[in-house]
Each structure stands twice: as C-alpha cells, then as structure tokens.
C-alpha cells in the first residue's frame, strides 16, 4: 500500500489516503485539490492557502511528495490543523474532505 496520507480539519474530520492512489493535483483560487482513487472509487481534499499562492504552494506540495512513493512510512502528514502541522509552508487549513461512501 505505501505510505498513508494523513489530514485533519481540527474539527473532528480526518482522513488517510494511501500515496499510490493520489491521481491529480489541482491548484487555484487559494486553493489545492488533491484526487484519490482507482477506478469509480474516487476522494478528493481540498486544502486553502493565501491568496495568491495556490500555485507556489500546489509546486512545492507536489515537489514533496513525489519522491514519497519509493519510502515506507506509515504516514506522511500533509494537513493537522488541531496539531498546525503542514508538510509544505503556505497551507492554511482543510477546506473539506469528500470520500465516496460506496467504496468504504
């Protein structure tokens, strides 16, 4: 499975998607999307960051996980807003995350 990617909003919603599912991310408007799945089972987390450094941040995100998939951590910690723990400088929060109730 590889490495889970961890996020909490700080407001009882939390989540982990494992690494080798992330599909895309998309980045704009003070905001970076990050799309899990295989298949018809798809996520997706929506993290805010400053205005104007949705693309910055979406860079430096995508820069830091890209070499994730050859490690074997049990969990990389992208967004902990109640521990304000972030894996790259410029995310301000969990916006939502979406996980598709059928493939639970």
């Known amino acids: 499975m590889g490495p889970l990617l961890y996020f909490d909003n700080g407001n009882e919603a939390v989540a982990a998607f494992p690494l080798n599912t992330l599909s895309a991310i998309t980045t704009g408007d003070q905001i970076i999307t990050l799309y899990f799945g295989q298949g018809s089972v798809l996520h997706n987390v929506v993290l805010s960051c400053a205005d104007d450094a949705s693309d910055a941040v979406g860079k430096a995100l995508i820069e830091?996980?890209?070499?994730?998939?050859?490690?074997?951590?049990?969990?990389?910690?992208?967004?902990?807003?109640?521990?304000?723990?972030?894996?790259?400088?410029g995310i301000a929060g969990v916006t939502s995350i979406t996980a598709d109730a059928a493939a639970a």
């Open 64 to 89: 830091a996980l890209a070499p994730m998939t050859a490690f074997h951590q049990k969990m990389i910690t992208v967004a902990d807003e109640q521990a304000s723990s972030y894996l790259v400088s």
